[in-house]
């Protein structure tokens, strides 16, 4: 089973707009990634964010984490087409890196 | 451009064939993955390497036999796959363990026929 549940499942948003996914986990976790996968291509990690983290940054991407709810969020803003693609979290489950189910974002110019 | 290199990048076989996938990344890397992808679905942990020796193989078949002949290269081997084995099959390396982000190729798209 995934340890990750996302959501929306599918996303689509204009040019210039922000674009939030969320991520729910079920067990303790080290850490949390995200990652983006463009149609047909590999997966590029985007960001990790520590179990005593809270909030991070990246350019345009922040992430939040909630341990007390298990869950996560990914904000992209003032999003461009060219972030067009799919949107994983993955925790540690069992010593194993597991990925949710994904948000496909469509971001329309 | 990926630093982890899959070859080839399409394979069409038939069920009676033998085929290997091949991976390879040169960041010094001493965790490697294999992990299958069918369509608008999440990417499924297959096996782990980890310093050269199997640490973690998620009960697959043993129609797929993984293999790393050194640190820099990781082999699945293929024979006798059914059409359901159809997927995006993806390697990935991290510096040490599951807590360091993974470095993706762009994978191998199987067809089984």
């Known amino acids: 089973s995934q340890q990750g549940e996302e959501d929306p499942q599918a996303l689509s948003i204009q040019e210039g707009e922000n674009a939030t996914m969320n991520c729910s986990y079920k067990?303790?976790?080290?850490?949390l990634q995200w990652y983006r996968q463009n149609s047909g291509r590999g997966l590029v990690h985007l960001i990790l964010i520590r179990s005593n983290e809270r909030e991070k940054h990246s350019g345009r991407l922040r992430v939040t984490l909630d341990t007390s709810k298990k869950s996560s969020s990914l904000l992209i803003t003032a999003s461009r087409a060219a972030d067009t693609a799919s949107y994983f979290c993955?925790?540690?489950?069992?010593?194993?890196?597991?990925f949710g189910q994904g948000t496909e974002l469509s971001v329309k110019p | 451009d990926t630093e982890v290199t899959q070859t080839p990048k399409h394979l069409v076989m038939g069920m009676t064939n033998k085929k290997s996938l091949k991976c390879e990344q040169h960041m010094g890397h001493r965790a490697m993955y294999w992990y299958k992808q069918k369509a608008k679905k999440p990417p499924e942990l297959m096996f782990v390497?980890?310093?050269?020796?199997?640490?973690i193989n998620e009960s697959v078949p043993s129609r797929f036999s993984p293999e790393c002949p050194n640190s820099s290269l990781l082999n699945l081997h293929l024979h006798a796959l059914q059409p359901e084995d159809s997927a995006l099959y993806l390697c990935?390396?991290?510096?040490?363990?599951?807590?360091?982000?993974?470095?993706f190729g762009n994978g191998t798209r199987l067809t089984v026929t």
């Open positions: 067990t303790s976790i080290n850490n």
């Open positions: 990935a390396s991290s510096r040490d363990s599951i807590w360091s982000p993974l470095h």
């Open positions: 993955a925790s540690t489950q069992g010593g194993k890196l597991i």
């Open positions: 390497y980890s310093y050269e020796k199997l640490s």
